[in-house]
């Protein structure tokens, strides 16, 4: 199986569906000329030219706006967010049209939109490009939210968003374009609403999705060493979510740890942890524990940015709390 | 032009404006209609009418083709109609029921058809707009000829979606037409207090786009300045910004008793009503008043049955929403 970084399977995923589907095209701020702020369509406008890579002005709202009306009318609009920090200018489009068409026609127009793009912080990003949003989008109906955690992942489950008739907004890890990964020969593609066991285990279900999975895995190994058996476990998609997956690990364990990189209010985790309440009561050894990072917005200094964040150390300290180990 | 052309064409121009009477006519009746059944409770939320404005919607449709793409706001009905959608389909919308051509689910606000290319009816003031940009992207990419028309009100003028959409429209060339239906108030706000500028077609001229403004009461005169800039948009892939000046005789909304505007105002612009001055046009056609009854009873009947049609429908049970979420 070859080995490709995470943004050149992302790659591999929009040059596939742009060669099967002549609707597909790209749209965002520095795709073309420049390659991709991060380089993840690298080469696309030399392949596919300028009627299907479009570099667009800085106008979130006018190119996702864009690409919800050419989706109505039958188009499938990849839309690159630089960031999905610069979403919440186009929050409106997202959230009030992309994911409100179906059911505001009665049914007659559907939106086959994907929005992409780096979410989450990275290195001394700061406040204003430091979020993790997927709490936002995942708690709209009509909207689905893709969240993959490497590079086999990131290209099966960019061509099933893109061939979704629903709007997806599919979250990348900003750190992780440059992780390696096999993924299959030949094409291929992963189901949204598939979750994934990413390590098997019995003592304790760790959850966490995009780069919150390495996290975890990172976690598990350290219990390893303890004689700690952790389960790994990836929805990969928020919304829809896996849940019986979740509900078998849990069921399997009697305990769950959720791992999740946004702020804890409201976040994605509480969600899980309410679903867990209601099909694993019984089942539960410990109340399920979340590690998020801190309440606050993201500082800039690097050692204190490193310090809200969930860490490999936190999460395995976590895991023996929920045994009555730590 | 040979003396038979020109018969021909008379006689052509005579029968357009009897259809576009009768489109007139028949979204003020439907309008009227609505507005008592909101009094009766049939109709609910928020209803804005088009009365005083339906010359804009018939001259509109009469400058494009079936195959053009309308977009427009929450005032919607009138646009709808003209557009194809039939008064049952309209008024049992506005009922919420499941015959309507949203089913039901979208209601004054938010009017779909999506066989007469009537692509909603949208609430969030000149957030249609990019989406309007994308069907006219569409369309160019796609090669299809047809012209996207995007109406919006005075309102939406200061919003940053009209701008974003404009600028984008214009940077890449797109067949749209931007139809700024101006009648004077942004809700109960004058003009004056919500824009730095009177003519709301100058915010053409920083991006670039074609511009025309004028009156709205003539629908002969709106559909042929419409019509050259549609064809600029159909041919040349320009778009325009066109400025409507009109008048709506009711309050923003129901719940509007429109206070901030005299009954002296109300009455002057309804002597320049669009149906008294089309009914002028007529007459030199050799329509008389007649004539006008005839029409005017076909259309009573056709809202009669609509209204009736609206009530007898049943509307779509909560357990069928979840359906409407996702496609599977």
Redesign the interface.
């Known amino acids: 199986m070859p080995v490709v970084e995470y943004r050149e399977a992302l790659r591999q995923a929009m040059e596939e569906e742009m060669l099967r589907d002549p609707d597909v095209f790209l749209m965002g701020e520095e795709v073309g000329f420049y390659n991709g702020a991060y380089k993840v369509s690298k080469g696309m406008l030399e392949k596919f030219g300028d009627k299907r890579i479009i570099d667009s002005p800085i106008t979130e709202c006018g190119f996702a706006g864009l690409g919800i009306g050419a989706a109505m009318v039958g188009m499938r609009p990849i839309i690159e967010f630089m960031t999905w920090n610069f979403s919440l200018v186009a929050i409106d489009q997202i959230v009030n049209h992309a994911a409100k068409i179906r059911q505001m026609s009665g049914g007659q127009f559907n939106c086959p939109i994907t929005f992409r793009g780096p979410g989450g912080a990275a290195h001394q990003l700061a406040a204003q490009h430091s979020s993790a949003f997927e709490s936002y989008y995942a708690h709209i109906p009509g909207l689905k939210v893709v969240m993959p955690a490497n590079p086999k992942d990131a290209k099966g489950l960019l061509k099933s968003s893109i061939r979704d008739e629903n709007p997806v907004c599919f979250i990348e890890g900003e750190t992780m374009y440059s992780d390696k990964g096999e993924i299959p020969d030949g094409e291929y593609t992963i189901p949204l609403g598939v979750g994934e066991i990413k390590r098997e285990g019995t003592d304790c279900t760790i959850i966490g999705w995009s780069k919150m999975v390495n996290i975890g895995l990172a976690a598990a190994e350290i219990l390893a060493t303890q004689g700690i058996n952790a389960e790994v476990l990836d929805p990969r998609t928020i919304r829809p979510l896996d849940e019986d997956l979740i509900v078998a690990s849990v069921k399997k364990t009697g305990r769950c740890v959720i791992l999740e990189e946004g702020y804890p209010f409201a976040g994605v985790g509480a969600e899980i942890a309410y679903r867990i309440s209601q099909r694993c009561f019984d089942d539960l050894d410990h109340p399920v524990a979340r590690l998020t990072s801190m309440d606050v917005s993201a500082p800039y200094h690097r050692q204190v940015e490193n310090s809200i964040r969930p860490t490999p150390e936190k999460a395995a300290d976590l895991v023996k709390k929920v045994l009555y180990l730590g | 032009m040979t003396r038979i052309e020109g018969e021909a064409l008379q006689a052509q121009e005579k029968l357009n404006l009897l259809k576009y009477y009768r489109q007139m006519l028949g979204i003020r009746r439907l309008e009227e209609a609505a507005a008592k059944a909101y009094s009766q409770q049939k109709i609910g939320g928020f209803l804005h009418l088009y009365i005083g404005q339906e010359a804009i919607a018939a001259g509109a449709v009469g400058a494009t083709e079936h195959g053009d793409?309308f977009?427009t706001s929450y005032r919607d009905h009138g646009l709808a109609y003209a557009k194809g959608t039939s008064a049952r389909a309209c008024m049992a919308e506005l009922f919420g029921k499941e015959t309507?051509?949203?089913?039901?689910?979208?209601g004054s606000m938010?009017f779909?058809?999506?066989p007469n290319n009537f692509?909603?009816?949208?609430?969030?003031v000149g957030?249609?707009?990019?989406?309007?940009?994308?069907?006219?992207?569409?369309?160019k990419?796609r090669g299809d000829g047809r012209v996207t028309l995007c109406f919006y009100g005075d309102g939406a003028v200061s919003q940053?979606?009209a701008h974003?959409?404009m600028?984008?429209a214009s940077?890449w060339k797109l067949p749209i037409v931007f139809i700024c239906e101006n009648n004077m108030y942004s809700m109960g706000t004058p003009l004056s207090r919500t824009m730095s500028v009177e003519d709301a077609s100058q915010k053409a001229l920083a991006y670039g786009l074609e511009r025309d403004r004028f009156e709205g009461n003539d629908v002969l005169l709106v559909r042929d300045r419409l019509a050259v800039a549609v064809k600029r948009a159909r041919e040349e892939s320009r778009p325009s910004v066109i400025e409507i000046r009109c008048y709506r005789y009711r309050g923003h909304s129901m719940s509007d008793p429109g206070l901030y505007r005299t009954k002296d105002e109300v009455e002057e612009y309804k002597r320049k009503d669009c149906l008294l001055i089309a009914e002028r046009h007529l007459a030199g056609y050799g329509i008389g008043p007649e004539d006008l009854k005839a029409i005017d009873d076909e259309v009573k009947n056709e809202i009669e049955d609509a209204v009736t049609f609206a009530d007898e429908s049943g509307h779509l049970p909560a357990e069928r929403?979840p359906?409407?979420?996702?496609?599977d």
Not at chain 2, 100 to 106: E, F, N, Q, T
Not at chain 2, 119 to 124: D, K, P, R, S
Not at chain 2, 127 to 139: D, I
């Open positions: 793409y977009l309507g051509c949203s089913k039901g689910l979208g938010h779909f058809d999506k692509l909603g009816g949208w609430g969030i957030a249609h707009m990019p989406l309007a940009v994308g069907t006219a992207f569409a369309s990419y940053g979606a974003e959409a600028s984008l940077l929403l359906d409407f979420n996702y496609v």
